[in-house]
């Protein structure tokens, strides 16, 4: 096991049925788990002596160049084409975003092999032209689909579905928009309806829908059904469960954060909006002398100086007018010292509840 990860994280890297990749700054790959290199052909020691363009397609190298430079957090997903060793060209949805290894940049990416959906998506497509033709044909093809398959008039009812998801509870054949989703749900699908409509453009969204029990993810694809006028007479979706996905990598990034939030070299620690503190990594109980248990329950007016305290209202309330703030202040050690401290305050959520993170 890597001296880099913790054991739940490795747990969650060696068993994540998603590829998952990380390079160093010159692009070349230093870590990949049994997922990826099943889905490429290389072993771990391989993969160590490639660089990201080495499985790139050739016809994806100058885009994805482009994408990881103009690289924000949590950039979303895009699909590339890959090659694996035997030489095949794959596409992959891609998902990456910044992080560190060993306390250097990196870029973990987590990829996902889609060739049998695109490959349906294709035989959809193609069988929507010519449903008109072969009615038992497309409704065939449909039900031997894993996917849930639709078809929508121009007014967003369904028309036709080859099976319905868990989440519908029953056949929503016939059913309009509202009568299915969450008011919130259904007015963003009538507007993408409305925009493809509108466009003759395919469309993709991933949408987070709540229900009194549970939450799930679908990602919702849209494509146009055009008469021989050009005109868009109708529409075809395909519509995916992917909360587990959404899941493996909730957790996956959960896992990397508490790993660096423990091993941080500065003292870092998060408290409420009543000024508790919840919990402090190992650099803070060095620096100020307390042991993990005894920081839970600590105030900040006990951490900040007497001449300090005034200022924590004040404080508080920039941070919840900006989301941010930095300020210098003075803080008590255990033992009485005092030291001179910059604060990097921010807004984050901490086992599902607001709270803040002073580093």
């Not at 803070?284 to 200022?311: I, K, M, Q, S």
């Not at 003075?330 to 921010?346: F, M, T």
Request: hydrophobic share 35%.
């Amino acid at each position: 096991m890597p001296n880099t990860r913790d054991g739940f994280l490795n747990k969650v890297f060696e068993d994540s049925p998603y590829g998952i990749l990380v390079a160093d700054e010159t692009a070349r790959i230093i870590e990949s788990n049994p997922a990826v290199r099943a889905m490429f052909g290389y072993s771990g020691e391989e993969f160590t002596a490639l660089r990201i363009h080495d499985i790139l397609a050739p016809d994806s190298v100058q885009m994805a160049e482009k994408h990881f430079a103009s690289l924000e957090p949590d950039a979303g997903f895009m699909v590339l084409n890959h090659k694996r060793k035997n030489g095949e060209i794959f596409p992959v949805e891609l998902g990456v975003r910044r992080t560190t290894h060993n306390g250097r940049p990196a870029l973990m990416g987590m990829l996902r092999d889609i060739s049998d959906r695109v490959k349906a998506e294709n035989e959809i497509r193609e069988a929507g032209t010519a449903v008109r033709a072969s009615q038992e044909l497309y409704h065939t093809l449909t039900q031997a689909m894993p996917d849930f398959i639709y078809a929508l008039d121009t007014d967003g009812r369904i028309t036709y579905c080859n099976r319905w998801l868990e989440q519908f509870r029953e056949d929503p054949t016939g059913k309009t928009q509202h009568e299915i989703f969450p008011k919130e749900t259904a007015d963003k699908h009538l507007e993408v309806i409305k925009k493809v409509l509108e466009t003759g453009d395919p469309s993709t969204q991933v949408e987070e829908i709540s229900y009194p029990d549970r939450k799930v993810f679908l990602e919702n694809r849209l494509f146009p059904v055009k008469d021989e006028s050009g005109r868009t007479n109708s529409l075809i979706g395909i519509m995916r469960d992917i909360t587990d996905q959404k899941m493996s990598e909730a957790r996956l990034k959960a896992s990397e954060t508490r790993y660096l939030f423990d091993n941080a070299a500065d003292p870092i620690f998060i408290h409420d909006d009543k000024g508790r503190i919840l919990v402090g990594n190992q650099a803070l109980c060095d620096t100020y002398g307390y042991t993990p248990e005894e920081l839970p329950g600590l105030t900040l007016d006990r951490v900040d100086a007497p001449e300090d305290v005034p200022h924590i209202p004040e404080r508080m309330a920039a941070l919840f007018a900006n989301g941010s703030a930095r300020f210098t202040t003075s803080h008590l050690l255990k033992n009485g010292g005092k030291i001179s401290v910059d604060v990097r305050a921010s807004l984050i959520l901490w086992q599902g509840r607001p709270a803040i993170i002073d580093l």
